[in-house]
C-alpha cells in the first residue's frame, strides 16, 4: 500500500536559516509521481514541485532545493536562506500510475514550519 | 493563468441538511477530484471522476456523498445529510489532458461548517 511519512511535525528555525523538510514514501509501483504543496495560513495548496520515479537528478528552484533518493525512497526539500513568508505547512504526496489510481494524490501529514524574523 | 475555481469559499450548514459544493475545473481538463482536510490535518482523498463517471473513491466516499457533471462545466460534491464530522476544507482538483502532466491544480477550497 502507499503511504507518504513527514516525521517532523513542527520546525521553527530563524529567518535566513537553512532548513530541511523530510519525506519517506511506500509504493509498489515502479512508476509514481513524488510532489510537495505549499500550505499558507490563507489555506489553499500551491503546487511546488512534482518528480517522477525515472528523474532522481536533483532540482533546485531560486532557495528551494529537492533531494530524490530511490534508495531510501526519501524526497527531501530544502529552503535556503528562510524568509518569514515561507512559514507554512508543507505537504509532501505521491501519486502512483497504475490501475485506477490515476493522478489521486496521498499526502503526509505536513510539516509546520515557522519561521521567525 | 487557467484556474480552478470553487463555490461557495464558506458554507455553513445543520446537521442533517444536504449540501452541494461546486467547482468548475480547467476547461480542458478530464479528470476531476475531492480532496477533505479536516482542521489541522492531513489532506485525503476523496473521489476522482473521469468520463462521466466514478474512477476511484476512499473509504471516506460513503453513500452519503455523491459527485456529478451535470453540464460539462460545473463538478460537484453533493452530502446528502451533514454530520458535525463533515466539517472540514474541501478541495477540488483537476488533472491535464491525458494525465500528461500528473500535476494537479487545486481549488482555492470551500469551508464546510456543519453545526
Known amino acids: 500500500a502507499q503511504k507518504v511519512t513527514q516525521a517532523q511535525t513542527e520546525i521553527s528555525v530563524v529567518e535566513k536559516e537553512d532548513v530541511t523538510l523530510d519525506c519517506v514514501y511506500e509504493t509498489r509501483d515502479t512508476t509514481y509521481y513524488l510532489f510537495w504543496y505549499k500550505q499558507p495560513p490563507s489555506g489553499e495548496l500551491v503546487f511546488l514541485i512534482r518528480?517522477?520515479?525515472?528523474?532522481?537528478q536533483n532540482e533546485i528552484s531560486g532557495r528551494y532545493s529537492w533531494n530524490f533518493q530511490k534508495s531510501t525512497s526519501s524526497f527531501n526539500f530544502t529552503i535556503t536562506a528562510s524568509q518569514v513568508v515561507d512559514s507554512a505547512v508543507y505537504f509532501c504526496a505521491l501519486s502512483e500510475a497504475s490501475g485506477g489510481s490515476q493522478g489521486n494524490l496521498i499526502f503526509g501529514k505536513g510539516t509546520k514550519l515557522s519561521v521567525k524574523p | 493563468e487557467p484556474e480552478v475555481t470553487q463555490t461557495p469559499s464558506h458554507q455553513v450548514t445543520q446537521m442533517g441538511q444536504e449540501v452541494i459544493l461546486r467547482c468548475v475545473p480547467i476547461?480542458?481538463?478530464?479528470?476531476f477530484y475531492w480532496y477533505r482536510q479536516i482542521l489541522g490535518q492531513k489532506v485525503e482523498f476523496l473521489v476522482s471522476?473521469?468520463?462521466?463517471?466514478?474512477?476511484?473513491k476512499s473509504e471516506i466516499f460513503d453513500d452519503q456523498f455523491s459527485v456529478e457533471r451535470p453540464d460539462g462545466s460545473n463538478f460537484t460534491l453533493k452530502i446528502r445529510s451533514t454530520k458535525l464530522e463533515d466539517s472540514a476544507m474541501y478541495f477540488c482538483a483537476s488533472l491535464g489532458e491525458q494525465g500528461a502532466s500528473y500535476e494537479q491544480y487545486f481549488g482555492p477550497g470551500t469551508r464546510l461548517t456543519v453545526t
Open positions: 476547461s480542458n481538463h478530464l479528470y
Open positions: 471522476f473521469y468520463n462521466n463517471e466514478i474512477s476511484e
Open positions: 518528480r517522477n520515479s525515472f528523474d532522481e
